[in-house]
């Protein structure tokens, strides 16, 4: 599980600079931004719940 977490957050970063890269490269396309940003924010929300849920059903051991 600490594996897909990690390849979420990976997944959040590139989708960041990708955001970035759509923003300064194609400036005449602001749907490629407005995609980028809406990608970024289901990963970010997908990782924040896996975490959760992660320490309410005792995936991750606390401690």
Excluded: D, E, H, Q
């Excluded at 749907?31 to 991750?60: D, E, H, P, Q, Y």
């Amino acid at each position: 599980m600490k594996w897909l977490l990690v390849v979420l957050l990976i997944a959040v970063v590139v989708s960041l600079f990708s955001g970035l890269f759509f923003m300064y490269k194609k400036r005449g396309n602001p749907n490629a931004v407005v995609n980028a940003l809406k990608l970024r924010v289901a990963l970010s929300i997908t990782v924040f719940l896996i975490a959760v849920g992660g320490f309410v059903f005792g995936w991750f051991p606390r401690g």
